[in-house]
């Protein structure tokens, strides 16, 4: 199988060479029109299940060449490819891919590029995904179109406050690259959201002045996060309460009762991949959350103002909850958050009062979870101690594992 990346110049000559020995040739319309005087038959690559059958059966007979854009093994159909025929059967003949065509438009350098691809998927939190780096390139789609997107940004960046990010951000497309209908875009994300683009393109986009990239990934402290009235899951119990939530790279987190939203700062750190929904009823933790979004620069972490129990029915399936406030509601958060664990989901809730102590483990085994406790006791000195250590209030952390 020869496997061609068609550039935004046309096929070499040496790509031209390897398809004349191919019998079939695949690929959408636009590629196949570069080929249309060669003599081998020709198939559309679309719906892709009967093509690949198609290509299977042919292989006995000769060659085939597929045509795909770029470089077929950056977010190409080269990885299918691969999977479905094996690397022995493969020869590929790439071209420059269309993120360096893009870039070199635009004069970008790309070397710490983020890439996303948006194509034919459907992003949970877009702007986690494209606010990850001072540079994005996204593969979009007629859905996940340019426009859309950067009218997801805007209206993110204007929920948490981030002003003056919306200001500095800017959006680069690149459309029908390489075809007499080339046109590149540049400007503002809220330029953007209002203009309409052709289906062929591909986006970037830049945050000028992203936050320090050199912090402390793990252990931001108690004086460093905005907090009101000593309302904060304190260091030491935060470093626990992550170690039992066991984060996976990416998913769905809640954090109910979020008050500053230290858990999830620290978890939307840690895994950048992951969506951190941060509930909570109150407006002084909800303006905290946003500080806290804003000065930690953790664009995957979603603020959510409202009852748990009245928001958690809008919120998409968790697969790992935190509890750290209930409103004296745990019974009813436990019973709506358990069935929507999936299997090896966990639940973990901090208890300070006897009653949550008491009440959380046996709610919890109710609802069909495998419950652990871990009593911490913390005491803080310094060395050498020129005043009383301090001891911190006892506290639970409970996790149930469905």
């Not at 402290?221 to 990416?250: F, N, W, Y």
Request: aromatic share 4%.
């Amino acid at each position: 199988m020869i496997l061609i990346g068609v550039g935004c110049r046309g096929l070499t000559g040496e790509q031209a060479g390897m398809l004349g020995r191919c019998r079939l040739m695949v690929g959408d319309p636009r590629h196949l029109a570069l080929v249309e005087k060669m003599a081998a038959e020709k198939l559309a690559i679309t719906p892709l299940a009967p093509a690949l059958e198609r290509i299977r059966l042919a292989l006995a007979n000769g060659d085939v060449g597929v045509l795909a854009s770029g470089d077929p093994l950056f977010f190409g159909i080269g990885r299918r490819l691969l999977k479905e025929f094996g690397e022995a059967r493969l020869v590929v003949l790439p071209a420059l891919s269309t993120m360096q065509e893009a870039c070199a438009r635009f004069k970008l350098p790309w070397d710490d590029l983020e890439t996303v691809s948006l194509h034919g998927r459907k992003a949970l939190h877009a702007p986690g995904l494209l606010l990850a780096g001072e540079k994005t390139f996204v593969f979009t789609d007629r859905h996940n179109t340019p426009a859309h997107l950067a009218r997801q940004l805007v209206d993110y960046l204007e929920l948490i406050g981030a002003d003056d990010l919306l200001a500095r951000c800017r959006v680069h497309v690149a459309e029908n690259l390489g075809t007499e209908a080339e046109r590149l875009f540049s400007g503002t994300l809220l330029e953007a959201a209002g203009q309409d683009f052709a289906e062929l393109n591909v986006l970037i986009v830049t945050r000028p002045g992203a936050e320090d990239g050199n912090g402390p990934v793990f252990g931001i402290t108690e004086e460093e996060i905005a907090h009101s009235r000593g309302l904060i899951t304190k260091d030491e119990v935060r470093a626990v309460t992550l170690h039992a939530l066991r984060l996976p790279s990416t998913g769905v987190l809640w954090d109910l009762g979020a008050g500053s939203g230290s858990i999830s700062v620290a978890a939307a750190r840690l895994h950048p991949g992951l969506t951190v929904f941060a509930v909570d009823c109150t407006a002084e933790a909800f303006a905290n959350v946003k500080r806290n979004i804003r000065r930690f620069g953790c664009y995957n972490v979603v603020p959510v103002l409202g009852e748990a129990t009245a928001v958690l029915s809008t919120l998409p399936d968790p697969d790992r909850v935190f509890i750290g406030g209930s409103g004296g509601r745990l019974g009813e958060i436990i019973a709506q958050t358990a069935g929507r664990l999936p299997a090896g989901g966990r639940l973990v809730i901090n208890g300070i009062t006897g009653k949550t102590v008491a009440e959380a483990p046996e709610c919890m085994a109710a609802h069909g979870l495998r419950v652990e406790l871990t009593r911490m006791q913390i005491e803080r000195t310094t060395y050498p101690e020129t005043e009383p250590g301090k001891v911190l209030n006892p506290i639970t952390v409970m996790t149930g594992r469905k």
